[in-house]
């Protein structure tokens, strides 16, 4: 038992050896070159016609294919009424920091009538990622899937499916979104709740207005297929199932796993999943359909009405109704957490110690009116992490950073609370009021961070989407309560390796990864009506020593504010 475990340390110390040594030279294999046209349309959904912002008159949006390897060249021209930047979710930029995307960490934003060109290269990753909008509510709509294939010459190390599909969940307002987010920002109440999920834009059956336009999915019998499926919605986590039909997870957020066999899938909003499916049913219609997975514990209204898709056998003679897959109840945390804590990372490669360690409490609070100003109850709700609630600058924090630029962000985001207190206990009234600031966190290039998101009971406990840009990590252990570094359960062996991981409503989750990448990178809740209140903090990874190991200059073209 002892040796063959350290057989496999010492098979996985060689793969990171690999992974690492092999990325700097490797040349990039082909040049892909797109080119989005931002722009509005109107669209139809629920009997509700709405402008929308969309790229290349698509919605969702065009999906870009590369191979692992290639360089990834997309020139945005912003022909919309807004201002945008484009984010590529997941992808790890290295030393491209710059055409990350989120707007006021690493750009300015594209104003209409400007264009700005995005050109990294995609190494060391392969599966499905996506690209969206980062800035106010805009990804609502901008939003498309970025597949990952191996080079030319190697395969997926799972079996070949004989197609595939993109599957994107979404969410739908009866209004214009950039509306909604300007009014709950002016205001301070929270922002209304969507009208409906979508798969693949569609609310599906049983929506009104919706039918003829459901999403349908054709295969035939016998056949495998693999569902590329992009949780792109905005305030919520999803549930995803398919009436009578297994489904096995083969890669998460463009990592490999341990292929897992289950009849139901948790993805929180910004996690991605391949996942293969059999047509191997008796032939005939079923649903696909998505349902929130919501564990606040204060009421949010919420649609509990399933989008859905349909998977149709193909030369079908079988007239009845598509069968609805029976989902897990709104609150089930139990199977939401059954689900994360089963994944397995193929070919696993954790750093067995730790040069930072940071413990960093995360969850709502609260702004007295004098500070901003305050919705009609009286109080403001803002996001925070180690109680600071944080403000987006004028310039972007990468150009201040590169520029010397004074006056714009602190380093002196801290390394656990201010204070401890019981975190998923009653909360005293005094400690629920953060501080407001631009601050980041330093990191030494090379330096192996851990970190632990403890969620807190200000106002409400609920899951929260955490997501880390430019880098994967792994989780290495997450529970319920108060975290205890006593009695925390880690994996160090086998994890899952992750961009966007839920923290447990109630709970903690701990994360290991190596701040090889100088930048400024984004932490933020990837639910959007958190972002957008400040749940956020930004990493800062000096450059290392080597040449190679530093920050390139900014592109010619990036957008000044
Ligand atoms: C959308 O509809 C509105 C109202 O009918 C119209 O004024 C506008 O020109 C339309 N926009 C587009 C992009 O078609
Ligand atoms: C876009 O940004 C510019 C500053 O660059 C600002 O003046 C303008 O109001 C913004 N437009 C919108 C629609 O937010
Ligand atoms: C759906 O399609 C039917 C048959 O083509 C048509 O009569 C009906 O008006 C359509 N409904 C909507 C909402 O477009
Ligand atoms: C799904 O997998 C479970 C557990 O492996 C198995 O018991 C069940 O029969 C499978 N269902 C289908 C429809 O293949
Ligand atoms: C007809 O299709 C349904 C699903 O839509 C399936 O449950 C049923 O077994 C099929 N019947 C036959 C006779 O194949
Ligand atoms: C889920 O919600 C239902 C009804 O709203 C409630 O009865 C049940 O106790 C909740 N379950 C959990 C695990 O919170
Ligand atoms: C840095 O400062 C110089 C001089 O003020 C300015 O021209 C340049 O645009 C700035 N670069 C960035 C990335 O902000
Ligand atoms: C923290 O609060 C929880 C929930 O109210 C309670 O069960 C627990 O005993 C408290 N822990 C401490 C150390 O006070
Ligand atoms: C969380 O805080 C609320 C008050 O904001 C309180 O009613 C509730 O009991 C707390 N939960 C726990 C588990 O202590
Ligand atoms: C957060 O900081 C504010 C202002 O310094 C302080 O009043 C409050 O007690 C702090 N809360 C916590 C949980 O540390
Ligand atoms: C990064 O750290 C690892 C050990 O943690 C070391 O082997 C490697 O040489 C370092 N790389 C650089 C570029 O400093
Ligand atoms: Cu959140």
Excluded at 62 to 69: A, H
Excluded at 186 to 205: H, L, V, W, Y
Excluded at 208 to 216: A, G, W
Excluded at 532 to 557: C, Q, V, W, Y
Aim: charge should be negative; charged fraction near 15%.
């Amino acid at each position: 038992m002892e040796r063959s475990s350290s057989v496999v340390k010492l098979a996985a110390s060689l793969v990171c050896l690999i992974m690492v040594k092999l990325a700097p030279w490797m040349a990039s294999a082909a040049l892909v070159q797109r080119k989005f046209t931002i722009g509005t349309q109107n669209e139809t959904r629920l009997c509700s016609t709405q402008t929308i912002v969309t790229v290349n008159g698509q919605f969702p949006g065009p999906t870009i294919e590369v191979r692992e390897g290639d360089n990834l060249v997309v020139e945005v021209h912003n022909n919309g009424p807004y201002n945008v930047t484009i984010h590529w979710h997941g992808v790890k930029q290295l030393k491209s920091c710059w055409a990350e995307g989120p707007a006021y960490i690493t750009q300015c934003h594209i104003t209409p009538e400007n264009k700005f060109t995005y050109n990294f290269i995609i190494t060391g990753q392969e599966g499905t990622l996506w690209w969206h909008a980062h800035i106010s509510y805009l990804r609502a709509t901008v939003h498309g899937a970025l597949v990952i294939k191996p080079r030319a010459g190697k395969t997926y190390p799972y079996p070949k499916p004989d197609a595939e599909f993109p599957i994107i969940l979404g969410e739908w307002w009866n209004a214009n979104v950039e509306d909604v987010i300007a009014e709950a920002i002016a205001t301070g109440e929270r922002p209304p709740e969507s009208d409906a999920d979508t798969i693949n834009s569609q609310p599906g059956d049983f929506f009104p207005c919706s039918k003829n336009d459901t999403s349908r999915i054709s295969v035939a019998s016998g056949k495998s297929y693999l569902l590329r499926i992009v949780n792109a919605a905005m305030n919520h986590a999803s549930f995803f199932k398919i009436a009578q039909h297994n489904m096995t997870v083969v890669a998460v957020d463009a990592v490999y796993t341990k292929p897992y066999t289950t009849d139901v899938l948790l993805i929180q909003p910004g996690n991605t999943m391949d996942v293969l499916i059999t047509a191997d049913q008796q032939p005939g219609r079923y649903y696909i359909g998505t349902r929130v997975y919501e564990s606040a514990t204060v009421g949010v209204k919420f649609s509990e009405i399933p989008a859905t898709a349909i998977l149709e056998y193909k030369g079908n003679t079988n007239a009845s109704e598509p069968l609805l897959p029976n989902f897990p109840p709104f609150n089930d945390t139990a199977s939401a957490f059954k689900f994360s804590a089963a994944l397995r990372s193929r070919t696993p490669c954790v750093a067995q110690t730790v040069d930072e360690e940071m413990f960093i409490t995360e969850g709502a609070g609260l702004v007295d009116c004098t500070a901003r100003s305050c919705p009609e109850s009286g109080v403001r709700s803002v996001g925070s992490f180690n109680n600071i609630s944080f403000v987006d600058s004028q310039i972007s924090i990468l150009q201040a950073y590169y520029n010397g630029t004074d006056g714009v962000f602190t380093r002196d985001f801290p390394n656990i609370p201010p204070q401890k207190f019981n975190y998923t206990g009653y909360v005293p009234h005094a400690l629920r009021y953060p501080e407001l600031g631009t601050k980041v966190k330093v990191l030494k290039f090379n330096s192996t961070v851990q970190v632990v998101f403890q969620n807190t009971n200000i106002s409400a406990m609920i899951n929260h989407p955490i997501h880390l840009h430019g880098h994967d990590f792994y989780l290495v252990g997450q529970g319920f309560g108060n975290y205890n570094p006593q009695t925390a359960n880690f994996n160090l062996d086998n994890p899952q390796m992750l961009n966007t991981v839920g923290v447990p409503t109630g709970g903690w989750a701990a994360i290991r990864f190596v701040a090889n990448n100088p930048g400024v990178w984004f932490v933020h809740c990837h639910f959007e009506s958190h972002s957008a209140f400040g749940f956020a903090m930004a990493f800062l990874t000096e450059n290392g020593p080597a040449d190679s190991d530093k920050l390139p200059a900014p592109p010619s073209d990036l957008p000044k504010c």
